[in-house]
C-alpha cells in the first residue's frame, strides 16, 4: 500500500528535476547545517575546508561567514524562504545575498516551485546556477523506493533540510559527504508551558532576530508534543533510509557534528575528516 501511495504522490507532486551529476566531483564535499555546534566547525583552523566544496542550508547566506566560505552548493526547502518575503526581512535579506554571489554557486531549488519563482530568479547573477530536485516523500517497497529516489522523484521523508541536503548531493555524484552543524539536539530544548503550549527553542550558529522567534513560535503554535515528537521520529528515521540508499550507490556519509543526535551515520571528529576524504 504504501508503495501505492508514493506512486501516486510522484505522479501529482513530482516535476521533472534536473538532470544527475554526469561525472562524480573531484572533492569530498561538507554539509553544513546550522545548527549551534557549526560555530565550533568556523573557529577551527581556517584551511579546515580546502580541499572540499561545500553546502550551505536555508539562512546561512545572511551571515559574515557566507562570503568567506563561498559555498559550492546552496539549498532551500521551506517554502516560507519563496512566500514570505514581502513579510520577513530576513527572507528578504536572503535573496540580496544571493544577488550579490560573484563566484560559481548552484542554488538548489524545490521544482514545485519552479513557476512562482521565474521573476526572483531572474534577478540573480550569471554565477548562481539553479538546479531543481523533488521533495516528494516515498515510501513502501525498498527497490522501489531506490528506484524514485536515484531518479531524482523522491526521497526519504524530509522532515528537515538536511534530507534534501544529502539526497541532492548524493544525486549530484559525491562520493564522500560530512555533515556538520547538524546537531539536531531539539528534545533538549522542547517542552510544554503552563498553558500547555509547546515550546521549541531552536538555536542556530548565528543568533535568530526577535522576528525570526516570533514566526517559529507561531508555527508551534497549533501543534501538540506528541505531533512534535512524532515529527522528530520521522526525520531521525529518515536518515536511516538515507544510509540504506547511501550504501547501494557507494557513498560515504560521515557524521563529524560533536554531540549531534543523528545516529545513522558512521561518526569522525574535524581532525579525521581530512584522513577520511583521502581514502
Same mark, same amino acid.
Given at each position: 500500500?504504501?508503495?501505492?501511495?508514493?506512486?501516486?504522490?510522484?505522479?501529482?507532486?513530482s516535476?521533472?528535476?534536473?538532470? !544527475?551529476? #554526469?561525472?562524480?566531483?573531484?572533492?569530498?564535499?561538507?554539509?553544513?547545517?546550522?545548527? %549551534?555546534?557549526?560555530?565550533?566547525?568556523?573557529?577551527?583552523?581556517?584551511?579546515?575546508?580546502?580541499?572540499?566544496?561545500?553546502?550551505?542550508? +536555508?539562512? =546561512?547566506?545572511?551571515?559574515?561567514?557566507?562570503?568567506?566560505?563561498?559555498?559550492t552548493?546552496y539549498?532551500? =526547502?521551506?517554502?516560507?524562504?519563496? +512566500?514570505?518575503?514581502?513579510?520577513?526581512?530576513?527572507?528578504?535579506?536572503?535573496?540580496?545575498?544571493?544577488?550579490?554571489?560573484?563566484?560559481?554557486?548552484?542554488?538548489?531549488?524545490?521544482?514545485?516551485?519552479?513557476?512562482?519563482?521565474?521573476? #526572483?530568479?531572474?534577478?540573480?547573477p550569471?554565477?548562481?546556477?539553479? #538546479?531543481?530536485?523533488?521533495?516528494?516523500?516515498?515510501? /513502501?517497497?525498498? !527497490?522501489?523506493?531506490?528506484?524514485?529516489?536515484?531518479?531524482?522523484?523522491?526521497?526519504?521523508?524530509?522532515?528537515?533540510?538536511?534530507i534534501?541536503?544529502?539526497?541532492?548531493?548524493?544525486r !549530484? /555524484?559525491?562520493?564522500?559527504?560530512?555533515?556538520? /552543524? =547538524?546537531?539536531h539536539? $531539539?528534545?533538549?530544548?522542547? $517542552?510544554?508551558?503552563?498553558?500547555?503550549?509547546?515550546?521549541?527553542?531552536?538555536?542556530?550558529?548565528?543568533?535568530? +532576530?526577535?522576528?525570526?522567534?516570533?514566526?517559529?513560535?507561531?508555527e508551534? !503554535?497549533?501543534?501538540?508534543?506528541?505531533d512534535?515528537?512524532?515529527?522528530?521520529?520521522?526525520?531521525?528515521?529518515?536518515?536511516?533510509?538515507?544510509?540504506?540508499?547511501? =550504501?547501494h550507490?557507494?557513498?560515504?556519509?560521515?557524521?563529524?557534528?560533536?554531540g549531534?543526535?543523528?545516529?545513522a551515520? %558512521?561518526?569522525?571528529?574535524?581532525?579525521?575528516?581530512?584522513?577520511?576524504?583521502? #581514502?
Amino acid at each position: 500500500m504504501r508503495s501505492l501511495i508514493s506512486l501516486a504522490k510522484v505522479m501529482i507532486l513530482s516535476r521533472r528535476p534536473s538532470a !544527475a551529476g #554526469k561525472t562524480e566531483p573531484q572533492r569530498p564535499l561538507i554539509v553544513m547545517g546550522n545548527g %549551534p555546534s557549526l560555530r565550533s566547525f568556523l573557529n577551527q583552523d581556517a584551511s579546515l575546508p580546502e580541499g572540499f566544496d561545500l553546502m550551505a542550508v +536555508n539562512f =546561512a547566506a545572511i551571515t559574515p561567514e557566507f562570503f568567506q566560505l563561498r559555498p559550492t552548493l546552496y539549498i532551500l =526547502a521551506d517554502p516560507h524562504f519563496f +512566500n514570505g518575503e514581502e513579510k520577513d526581512s530576513k527572507v528578504r535579506s536572503l535573496w540580496e545575498a544571493f544577488r550579490n554571489v560573484n563566484w560559481n554557486m548552484t542554488l538548489l531549488l524545490p521544482a514545485r516551485h519552479k513557476k512562482n519563482l521565474r521573476a #526572483k530568479l531572474s534577478t540573480l547573477p550569471r554565477t548562481v546556477d539553479i #538546479k531543481w530536485y523533488n521533495l516528494t516523500p516515498v515510501e /513502501g517497497d525498498d !527497490a522501489l523506493a531506490r528506484f524514485l529516489m536515484n531518479e531524482g522523484l523522491g526521497m526519504p521523508r524530509p522532515r528537515n533540510v538536511l534530507i534534501p541536503a544529502i539526497m541532492t548531493a548524493i544525486r !549530484a /555524484g559525491y562520493k564522500k559527504i560530512f555533515l556538520v /552543524g =547538524a546537531d539536531h539536539t $531539539w528534545s533538549q530544548s522542547l $517542552w510544554v508551558d503552563d498553558k500547555n503550549r509547546v515550546v521549541s527553542v531552536q538555536p542556530h550558529f548565528y543568533k535568530d +532576530n526577535k522576528e525570526e522567534e516570533e514566526r517559529v513560535a507561531a508555527e508551534y !503554535a497549533g501543534y501538540h508534543l506528541h505531533d512534535i515528537l512524532n515529527s522528530l521520529r520521522i526525520a531521525f528515521r529518515s536518515y536511516f533510509s538515507i544510509a540504506d540508499f547511501a =550504501a547501494h550507490k557507494g557513498v560515504k556519509i560521515y557524521n563529524a557534528t560533536p554531540g549531534s543526535f543523528i545516529d545513522a551515520f %558512521p561518526r569522525c571528529d574535524y581532525a579525521q575528516m581530512k584522513q577520511l576524504s583521502e #581514502k
